[in-house]
């Protein structure tokens, strides 16, 4: 835990400090060794069981926030009590996550927070992430009309080039004509770069090797971080259900956790470039 109290007070580890912690009221110590994070554990069996070890850059991220909003106790209507890592000043809960996590763990926290996102520690699985083109605003008309084919694994067999779509407009059509011929008429990205550029709000698709469930079938929103000012929120692009992720920066998501009351109105705004 990186709080505890001292005579009342939320403080930080203090080597040799008499501290209790703010949930349970026994008493904690100090952990203020020269290699390890300095920070609180209980005494005894920590009270809460969703209880992990904290990396830095688990710190890291929680030091992004105010003292007030870390570490902030829920208790359900239940009388069940969690620690959520963060709950930023409009009520949303913040749950920043390196370890694996089990289905049934992230249904239990899904439940039991509601108003939440995740944070991901994306650096254990970054080879096997690769973010592919993008694709246009999904309420422009034109890009309605695009049936995009999926991202694949060039191991998986020929793979399609990156950005290839066919119209919906002129599939009928195309289809009556392959028939006789075996041809099929196929756009790519490439071809109107400015037209797709000037169409991005941050939607790409990417390929997963070996993706985790936990994380692609979670119900709350899921922001990916591969250790740059950028992230990836888990998507399901609405024009053919495509998988995707969008990219979003991490001043927009920090600020928007300022403003914002729910979770699901969290960086809905194009893509901050600047």
Sequence with gaps: MQYALINGVKSEAVAGADATCLDCGRKTVAKCGPIVMHHWAHAGRNCDSWWENETQWHRDWKNL???ECREI???????EIHRADIKA????????????????????REQFYDNMI?????????????LHHSLPDPSLDWAQDCAWFPARNPLQGAPFPEGMYQKRSLIAEDRARGAA?????????????QKFREAYTGHHQYLWKRPHSTWI??????????GS???FRLETYPIGNLPSVRVITKRQLIHDLHEQNYAELVCLSPYDKN
Excluded: C, N
């Excluded at 944070?119 to 690769?130: A, L, W």
């Excluded at 011929?181 to 770069?193: A, C, I, K, P, V």
């Design 65 to 67: 926030f105010p003292p």
């Design 73 to 79: 106790s829920h208790t359900a209507p239940s009388g």
């Design 89 to 108: 000043p409009g009520g949303i809960y913040v749950e920043i996550q390196h370890s694996a996590m089990t289905q049934a763990e992230r249904d239990s």
């Design 118 to 130: 995740w944070i991901v520690d994306g650096t254990p699985f970054s080879s096997r992430f690769h």
């Design 181 to 193: 011929t075996g041809m099929h008429l196929m756009f790519f990205q490439r071809d109107e770069e």
């Design 217 to 226: 079938e979670a119900r709350k929103p899921v922001y990916l971080d591969f």
């Design 229 to 231: 000012d950028i992230l």
